[in-house]
């Protein structure tokens, strides 16, 4: 006993020392990614590494989740929002790099099915309004679930199929509940369900821009990647034509 | 008025859920508990097994998997359609089949373990006495058991109360079906409403810390403890 318990503070230090260097790794960046945007950064941070030699750690989640983390905290030194507004507010708060917010993506809605053939190329099956189920991602938190709202309200439908709406807390579970079939279609981010210029399954209506208010995506760097020589690259790479070109491969305007 | 009307329609909507929640558990989990106190099967360990998986897995794990076999394609999905019931994800019925699950662990144990702490004396002079097995069961048991069913009811409801995962992945956030008081302050946050957030989450808090209170308060001191 007495030497298991000599043992654990040493083991413990060396555990905490194991950490502690793996966290001040300087070439590694440390990014909150917004859940729509999942699929390009792992396409972009491939290259993104094997160009600069830097690491890219992501984590994905919702936007205001990631605004309250960051104020609390959270280790992040870039920030890839779903919207304009929330890397407005931070850096009027001062949590970010003066001068380092910009659009990085124009999120594109698109109203989709899992089902062959089931959504029409103008969308009319809203209309016919003949599903139990329409996913949209809460509209509070994420603009994607804001930019449907409002184009159900200029279609004149937001009364019609108030009681069929179902709310995932983020796009990735709006995504969720209509590719496990739960709900017949719903309003997902076409970055979801959209490859090398075409939906990769179901069906799709891609919203034509002008129904709702722009789906700005900006991204700033954080108080914490204020020193980083791998934050700044990798703004440096998301601006860059490489990266537009993935970024326009999934569907989103810049 | 610091709670809005969709907060205390999510508090209304969660108090249903756990008070159904918890008369379901106790009337499928008393002769579950029975059978476990008193089989010497071979069935016993994976069965006991099974009731506690909830405890160990994440409430991930439970949604996710009641998504895919109550949905259309699922097991269960195509089994509630042929019934006529259409799908019960995005519905409260849904709800209460995942909060069952969720919380069995919580009502079952605690019966169990006071079945077992009865022994089989009592039984055995009951059936002496030539009562029949029902009557065993209304005239000995359940008042032997009694502070057994109390703590499972307080602990199922308490956790059905706290459950987040399970309804944030099958319930689609519905006000009034499926918005329980966890998602209304999760999305409180998400929207940066922090004083209702707070208000709800401070009222969660006494509220726990009550239910414990009465718990442990009602616990009778057994003999040789201090």
């Given at each position: 006993m007495?030497?298991?318990?000599?043992?654990?503070?040493?083991?413990?230090?060396?555990?905490?020392?194991?950490?502690?260097?793996?966290s001040?790794?300087?070439?590694?960046?440390?990014?909150?990614?917004?859940?729509?945007f999942?699929?390009?950064?792992?396409?972009?941070?491939?290259?993104f590494?094997?160009?600069?030699?830097?690491?890219?750690?992501?984590?994905?989640?919702?936007?205001?989740?990631?605004y309250t983390?960051?104020?609390?905290?959270?280790?992040?030194?870039v920030?890839?929002?779903?919207?304009d507004?929330?890397?407005?507010?931070?850096?009027?708060?001062?949590?970010t790099?003066?001068?380092?917010?910009?659009?990085?993506a124009?999120?594109t809605?698109?109203?989709?099915?899992a089902?062959?053939?089931?959504?029409?190329?103008?969308?009319?099956?809203?209309?016919?309004?003949?599903?139990?189920?329409?996913?949209i991602?809460?509209?509070?938190?994420a603009?994607?679930?804001?930019?449907?709202t409002?184009?159900?309200?200029?279609?004149?439908?937001?009364?019609?199929?108030?009681?069929?709406?179902?709310?995932?807390?983020?796009?990735?579970?709006?995504?969720?509940f209509?590719?496990?079939?739960?709900?017949?279609?719903?309003?997902?981010?076409l970055s979801q369900?959209?490859?090398?210029?075409?939906?990769?399954?179901?069906?799709?209506?891609?919203?034509?821009?002008?129904?709702?208010?722009?789906?700005?995506?900006?991204a700033?760097?954080?108080?914490?990647?204020?020193?980083?020589?791998?934050?700044?690259?990798?703004?440096?790479?998301?601006?860059?034509?490489?990266?537009?070109?993935?970024?326009?491969?999934?569907?989103?305007e810049? | 008025?610091?709670?809005?009307?969709?907060d205390?329609?999510?508090?209304?909507?969660?108090?249903?859920?756990?008070?159904l929640?918890?008369?379901?558990?106790?009337?499928?989990?008393?002769?579950?508990?029975?059978?476990?106190s008193?089989?010497?099967?071979?069935?016993?360990?994976?069965?006991?097994?099974?009731?506690?998986?909830?405890?160990?897995?994440?409430?991930t794990?439970?949604?996710?998997?009641?998504?895919?076999?109550?949905?259309?394609n699922?097991?269960?999905?195509?089994?509630?359609?042929?019934l006529?019931?259409?799908?019960?994800t995005?519905?409260?019925?849904?709800?209460v089949?995942?909060?069952?699950?969720?919380?069995?662990?919580?009502?079952?144990?605690?019966?169990?373990?006071?079945?077992s702490?009865?022994?089989?004396?009592?039984l055995?002079?009951?059936?002496?006495?030539?009562?029949?097995?029902?009557?065993?069961f209304?005239?000995?048991?359940?008042?032997?058991?009694?502070?057994?069913?109390?703590?499972?009811?307080?602990?199922g409801?308490?956790h059905?109360?706290?459950?987040?995962?399970?309804?944030?992945?099958?319930?689609?956030?519905?006000?009034?079906?499926?918005?329980?008081?966890?998602?209304?302050?999760?999305?409180?946050?998400?929207?940066?409403?922090?004083?209702q957030?707070?208000?709800?989450?401070?009222?969660?808090?006494?509220?726990?810390?009550?239910?414990?209170?009465?718990?442990?308060?009602?616990?009778?001191?057994?003999?040789?403890?201090?």
């Amino acid at each position: 006993m007495i030497r298991a318990s000599r043992l654990a503070p040493t083991a413990l230090a060396t555990l905490i020392a194991a950490f502690a260097f793996s966290s001040a790794n300087a070439d590694e960046v440390q990014v909150a990614v917004a859940a729509n945007f999942t699929a390009p950064i792992q396409a972009i941070a491939a290259d993104f590494e094997k160009d600069t030699g830097h690491k890219l750690v992501a984590a994905y989640g919702a936007t205001g989740q990631f605004y309250t983390q960051i104020k609390n905290g959270a280790p992040f030194e870039v920030f890839l929002s779903a919207d304009d507004t929330t890397p407005q507010k931070l850096e009027a708060e001062g949590d970010t790099v003066k001068g380092s917010r910009f659009t990085y993506a124009v999120g594109t809605l698109a109203l989709w099915s899992a089902k062959e053939g089931y959504v029409d190329a103008k969308g009319e099956v809203l209309k016919k309004n003949q599903f139990q189920h329409l996913s949209i991602a809460n509209p509070k938190a994420a603009p994607y679930g804001l930019a449907a709202t409002q184009v159900l309200a200029k279609e004149g439908l937001t009364e019609k199929v108030k009681d069929k709406i179902v709310e995932g807390q983020n796009i990735t579970q709006a995504y969720q509940f209509v590719s496990t079939g739960n709900a017949e279609l719903g309003f997902v981010a076409l970055s979801q369900i959209y490859k090398d210029g075409k939906v990769t399954s179901g069906s799709a209506w891609i919203v034509p821009s002008s129904m709702h208010d722009p789906i700005k995506q900006d991204a700033v760097i954080l108080n914490k990647g204020k020193d980083s020589a791998a934050a700044k690259a990798l703004v440096e790479y998301l601006k860059g034509p490489k990266a537009a070109a993935v970024i326009k491969s999934y569907g989103y305007e810049l | 008025m610091p709670l809005s009307s969709a907060d205390f329609s999510a508090i209304w909507l969660t108090v249903k859920l756990a008070s159904l929640t918890t008369v379901i558990l106790l009337i499928i989990g008393t002769p579950i508990a029975l059978w476990l106190s008193r089989t010497r099967s071979w069935w016993r360990g994976p069965i006991g097994a099974v009731v506690a998986l909830p405890l160990v897995l994440p409430p991930t794990v439970i949604g996710f998997y009641l998504l895919l076999t109550m949905g259309p394609n699922g097991y269960f999905g195509q089994l509630t359609q042929w019934l006529g019931l259409g799908t019960l994800t995005f519905s409260f019925a849904g709800l209460v089949i995942g909060s069952v699950i969720y919380s069995m662990p919580f009502v079952v144990q605690p019966l169990q373990n006071a079945f077992s702490a009865i022994g089989t004396r009592p039984l055995e002079v009951a059936a002496t006495l030539r009562a029949n097995p029902w009557d065993t069961f209304f005239s000995v048991i359940l008042p032997l058991a009694r502070p057994g069913f109390i703590t499972a009811s307080i602990l199922g409801f308490a956790h059905t109360v706290g459950e987040f995962g399970v309804v944030l992945m099958i319930g689609g956030n519905i006000p009034d079906k499926t918005r329980v008081v966890s998602v209304q302050i999760y999305d409180h946050v998400e929207a940066m409403e922090y004083a209702q957030a707070h208000w709800l989450a401070g009222s969660m808090v006494v509220f726990s810390f009550l239910v414990l209170l009465a718990l442990y308060s009602s616990r009778k001191t057994k003999a040789g403890w201090s």
